[in-house]
């Protein structure tokens, strides 16, 4: 039977390769439901295209637009957040794809895993920011969260197979982004053209300026912890400049298994979607020949601090990686509108970390709290 998807987020990067694996693969998926935050035209355009039973704009201006363009369709327009919560419970829908950015992934993750719908899961901030209260959620509903981070698919099929096998740790890699081998005094007045050239990724400007701070790999450490169980102690990061090697698990006798091919978002998606069957693919094939050397190096905490402050996060646990998400939401929305330099996110991030009332067992409406209060404590800092 098709499994039926719902894309939260079908217009940007991950988005739109999610639909180019549904696509290729009309017999196994059906896009259901499409959204967007401002993009209508792109979704507009989508809808036309996959004919979804719903999509959803959650900028409620654009759903004037939207509703005509789709008025001789069968595709129903809503709009709003509530919208968004509402249409991933849909009888039909079997896996929910969070391709969401930041914290707005939150609310309608937990409505899908209410509606016993399964996860896969590409918006690393909703565990980062309540990977407790996830996790057991889903559990309780019996609901599968597959990841789609290449990082953490890796992970994922390196254990397919090992469930009765104990961890002893995981190894998630790192490309070390544009800035790789800079010290402090190298990244004073780098602009946010240089940091949005990523070596290896194509990716939304968000992401690919955490990937420049190191950042994405900090929230990816916490991410990690939730999706596999595992202690903060058993999480590592090591700088991997090829990309090829994804990640690796280190199990208790000493060996090792790791995930390797190209960078290339669509295999860890269609993964996550097919799972556990492996479909075949035309995606391009790793070639040895062509990667005499693969090379590996420790992160760089001292210049790139994000890193160290998404583990020190990640120890505290509580509502700090909450804190710690939402202050560099803000801190990156700054330094993608010229108002801090890329250095002074850590400061913003720090500052927050050390100000904002700290929870050890949040609950949703202190996680609800708690993002508020820190955006409106960064916001201060980076206008002032």
């Known amino acids: 039977m098709k499994k039926h998807i719902a894309i939260l987020g079908s217009t940007g990067s991950i988005g739109t390769q999610t639909l180019e694996v549904i696509a290729a693969h009309p017999d196994q998926f059906t896009a259901s439901v499409l959204t967007a935050h401002n993009n209508v035209d792109l979704l507009i355009e989508q809808c036309l295209k996959y004919a979804p039973v719903a999509a959803v704009i959650t900028n409620q201006t654009h759903y004037s637009k939207l509703k005509e363009a789709l008025a001789h369709t069968q595709t129903k327009a809503m709009a709003g957040e509530d919208a968004l919560s509402e249409v991933v419970t849909a009888p039909e829908i079997n896996i929910v794809l969070t391709a969401l950015v930041g914290y707005s992934g939150l609310r309608p993750t937990l409505s899908a895993i209410r509606a016993k719908k399964h996860i896969a899961l590409a918006n690393k901030e909703t565990l980062v920011v309540a990977g407790e209260l996830v996790t057991a959620l889903a559990k309780q509903h019996e609901v599968n969260i597959y990841p789609v981070d290449s990082e953490h698919s890796a992970i994922f099929q390196c254990l397919t197979g090992e469930e009765q096998n104990p961890i002893e740790k995981i190894i998630l890699t790192a490309s070390g982004g544009p800035f790789r081998g800079k010290k402090t005094n190298d990244l004073v007045n780098v602009t946010k053209a240089q940091a949005l050239k990523h070596p290896n990724w194509t990716m939304g400007a968000k992401i690919t300026i955490d990937s420049a701070s190191l950042m994405n790999k900090g929230l990816e450490v916490i991410e990690a912890k939730w999706l596999f169980g595992l202690e903060a102690s058993q999480v590592e990061v090591i700088v991997h400049p090829q990309s090829i090697i994804h990640s690796l698990v280190q199990f208790e006798d000493g060996s090792m298994k790791a995930q390797m091919g190209l960078p290339d978002m669509k295999l860890p998606i269609q993964f996550a979607l097919s799972y556990p069957q492996r479909l075949k693919s035309d995606f391009e094939r790793f070639n040895f ?37 939402a202050a560099n939401e803000i801190a990156v929305d700054r330094f993608l509108k010229d108002r801090v330099k890329f250095l002074e996110m850590s400061d913003v991030i720090a500052n927050c970390m050390a100000k904002v009332p700290y929870v050890a067992t949040p609950t949703y409406d202190d996680f609800v709290y708690t993002d508020a209060e820190t955006r409106k404590m960064a916001e201060a800092i980076c206008d002032r």
């Open 289 to 325: 020949a062509n990667y005499p050397n693969l090379t590996f190096e420790q992160p760089d905490v001292k210049t790139f601090r994000n890193l160290g402050l998404a583990f020190d996060a990640m120890h505290q646990a509580g509502n700090m990686p909450c804190i710690l998400n």
